[in-house]
């Protein structure tokens, strides 16, 4: 599969590995391609992977994601309007406002969130909100994490839902432990979870932790 990952954050540099790795023909999209973070993931990536600017990367990709910071996404992304119809996005960014801010601050919050943000930039393209809720690491290794725990979807296109679900298998998740929340109004809740991670990785230590879901059957 052709994926473009935008943002040569740490998210998007862990994201982009993981999926060079698994041998999909990965494009890294940076705002400066020709800059030192960029080219030293492309040295690293091998054949499988190469640098571009935003709408190059978009251009041949069957699969877009988005790992620009959340701030940053909209006007970015809505530079990309036609070039991102008919494709999935896969949108893993969080709305934190000021990254220096404790608790973090969202915009939007409550009543919108970055997912529908985007989906209503872009009427054309099928945004799936997932990811966001765990770390770079765990996204694609989710067994650092013993035990059972789970990663949320959503969004308004279920064959995008599919070809998310797919590429979350490929990472490691199981079927078990992926969790549709329905249409893109989803992605308010699980970015409303930004200002617990912060507290429990400061609690922690460290990032190696999710959430898990128990539940059961009401009995008739």
Do not use: C
Not at 46 to 59: C, D, L, M, P, R
Not at 76 to 104: C, F, H, M, Q, Y
């Amino acid at each position: 599969m052709r994926i473009a990952v935008l943002g040569t954050g740490i998210v998007g540099r862990t994201l982009a590995t993981r999926f060079a790795g698994l041998h999909h023909r990965v494009v890294l999209g940076s705002r400066d391609p020709g800059g030192d973070r960029a080219q030293r993931w492309a040295r690293s990536a091998g054949s499988h992977g190469k640098v571009a600017g935003y709408a190059e990367a978009v251009t041949d990709a069957t699969v877009v994601v988005n790992a620009i910071a959340g701030a940053a996404s909209p006007h970015a992304l809505g530079e990309l309007r036609t070039a991102l119809e008919n494709k999935v996005l896969v949108d893993v960014a969080n709305p934190v406002a000021t990254i220096d801010s404790d608790p973090p601050v969202l915009e939007p919050v409550n009543e919108l969130s970055l997912g529908e943000r985007l989906q209503l930039l872009l009427p054309r393209t099928h945004v799936v909100k997932t990811l966001n809720t765990v770390s770079p690491a765990v996204m694609i290794h989710p067994t650092r994490v013993p035990g059972h725990h789970v990663v949320f979807l959503a969004g308004n296109n279920g064959h995008a839902k599919r070809v998310v679900t797919g590429l979350l298998r490929e990472l490691g998740w199981p079927p078990d432990g992926i969790v549709d929340l329905g249409d893109i109004t989803g992605a308010r809740s699980t970015e409303m979870l930004v200002p617990l991670r912060h507290r429990l990785s400061r609690s922690f230590g460290h990032t190696d932790f999710n959430l898990d879901i128990q539940h059961g059957r009401t009995r008739t």
